[in-house]
Each structure stands twice: as C-alpha cells, then as structure tokens.
C-alpha cells in the first residue's frame, strides 16, 4: 500500500519570502504521479502542481515548484513571493498510473502567509 | 477546465432522515466518480469509488447501507446518506476522472457540509 506523510502540521511565511512544504511517500512501483492540492477556506481543493514520476525536470506553475527526489521518495513544494492569498491547506498525494488508481493524500500542512 | 459541481453545498437535516447529494461533471464525461469525507482540519477519506453503470466499490469500514452510491450516467452521480444520525455530520466531497484530462487527473467539487440534528 502507498503511504504519503507530510510531517508540518502548520507553517507560517512572510509575505513575499518563500516557504518549502515537504512531503515523502512510500511505494514498490515505479509509475505514479504526484499532485500539491491547494484547499483554501472555501474548502474547494485547487491543483497547484503535479509531477510524472518518469521525469527528472522538477515541475513548476508560476510561482509554485517542486523538488522531487525519486530516489530517496520526496516530493517538497517550494511557493516564492508568498501571497496573502496562499494562506490554505496544502495536500500532498499520489496515484499510481492506471485505471483503477485512487488518490492518497497526506494528512496536510495548514500555511498561514502573514503580513 | 474541468468543472465538477455539487449540490447542496450546505443542507441540514433532522437525525432518521436521508439526505441526498448530487456531484455533476458539467464539461466532460466522468467515467469514474469518487466520493470523499473530510473531518475539520482533517485530510480527505475516500469512502468509495463508482463507476458508470456499475455498483460502487466501496472502502474498508463505509457502509454501503448507509452511504448509497449511484453513478447512474457519465456526468451525474449521487450519494445518498440514510437514516442521518448526528455523526454523519461532514464534509463530504466528490471528484470526477475521465476525459480530457484522462486517467490519472481528477477534478473536485466543492463540497456539500452535511448537519445533522
């Protein structure tokens, strides 16, 4: 079974600095992909980023990108120029390729961009 | 892009009731629904997964009895909550996979909080 663990309950930022949510995950298979899923007050879930597994170039979105580690299974979300408007739960989650793939998310990091 | 609607978005019902909440894929066909509860400050459970015109799969630990899944056409599918009692109260979410975005993307609705008294 895929597990994902987002080990920052809560994180604080300055407006306009840059903050890294980190995120590992645990998996035998080599085909997946990885998602940061935004949930702000609203509570609609929001895909910031996502991540093939099978490519070494690090996604990026604007002011949102990843480090992803496949070898050591970390998938971190760096966000620059913080906004006041980035303030939300963020999920980290994966799925492996396939029909029959559901989502596991992590348990969250509730950001608080401050000013 | 994709666009999954749900309806309510807030309903309050009195405990022994059923409540029944819609989750529409509006823009594409939705060969695969997921339904999703979500406690306060809490991650998302998925509870089960429908296919059109199949039956539910649901997780370990829902019951079918109680949570009633029906993905009756490619973009509409329903979970019904029967017999409501107080801690049924949530926030329950549905998603939708199918094309353009394919398999591996889904898109999520946003939300129905469901109280019970």
């Known amino acids: 079974a895929q597990t994902v663990t987002q080990s920052q309950p809560e994180m604080s930022v300055q407006e306009a600095e840059t903050v890294t949510l980190s995120c590992t995950y645990d998996?035998?298979?080599?085909?997946?992909?990885l998602f940061w899923y935004k949930q702000p007050p609203s509570r609609q879930m929001i895909l910031v980023i996502r991540q093939e597994a099978y490519k070494q170039q690090n996604a990026t979105e604007n002011r949102f990108s990843v480090n992803f580690q496949k070898a050591a299974k970390s998938f971190s979300l760096k966000i620059s120029d913080s906004q006041l408007g980035d303030t939300a739960m963020y999920f980290c989650?994966?799925?492996?390729?396939?029909?029959?793939?559901?989502?596991?998310f992590g348990t969250g990091t509730r950001l608080q961009v401050t000013l | 892009g994709a666009v999954v609607s749900q309806h309510p978005s807030r309903v309050i019902c009195k405990s022994g009731t059923s409540v029944k909440i819609e989750c529409r894929s509006l823009?594409?066909?939705?060969?695969?629904m997921f339904w999703y509860r979500q406690f306060p400050k809490k991650s998302l459970m998925l509870m089960a997964t429908s296919n059109e015109g199949s039956k539910a799969t649901y997780e370990q630990g829902v019951e079918k009895d109680k949570f009633l899944i029906n993905h009756a056409s490619l973009t509409l599918s329903t979970l019904t909550v029967t017999s409501a009692h107080p801690e049924d109260s949530s926030f329950y979410i549905c998603?939708?996979?199918?094309?353009?975005?394919?398999?591996?993307?889904?898109?999520f609705g946003p939300g129905t909080r469901l109280t019970v008294l």
């Open positions: 823009d594409f066909q939705a060969t695969t």
């Open positions: 998603s939708a996979r199918g094309s353009p975005a394919g398999v591996n993307e889904q898109f």
């Open positions: 998996t035998s298979e080599n085909n997946y992909y």
């Open positions: 989650a994966f799925i492996l390729t396939g029909t029959a793939s559901k989502l596991t």
